[in-house]
């Protein structure tokens, strides 16, 4: 089993900037991907970035440019950097592993921290 907490979700105004952490804890071996998705109020579930155990990354279309996510190995943990943020971006944010490489099914997930960007 593996536990992922997250944390440093909050309120920013547009333009601004947070960064979620993401710590995963239990049988981490199994891990390869380490992913953020999100969802806003009334709308479906999507990729927002992923990081492979080797260091290859994904990030969805709509924050190319603006996140970075990166593994801070030495701390175990899983960085989201969020900058430029917009009101669009608002949503709770998932902190998800998964097993294989791209991740398609996740087999872990956080209990989610809530951005919410003003405008």
């Known amino acids: 089993q593996v536990q992922l907490a997250e944390s440093g979700g909050g309120l920013v105004q547009a333009g601004g900037s947070l960064r979620l952490s993401c710590r995963p804890s239990?049988?981490?071996?199994?891990?390869?991907?380490m992913s953020w998705l999100r969802q806003a109020p009334g709308k479906q579930r999507e990729l927002v970035a992923s990081?492979?155990?080797?260091?290859?990354?994904y990030y969805a279309d709509s924050v190319k440019g603006r996140f970075t996510i990166s593994r801070d190995n030495a701390k175990n943990t899983v960085l989201l950097q969020m900058n430029s943020l917009k009101p669009e971006d608002t949503a709770v944010y998932y902190c998800a592993a998964a097993r294989s490489w791209p991740p398609g099914l996740y087999d872990y997930w956080g209990q989610g921290t809530q951005v919410t960007v003003s405008s």
């Open positions: 990081v492979s155990s080797a260091g290859s990354t």
């Open positions: 239990g049988s981490i071996f199994s891990i390869n991907a």
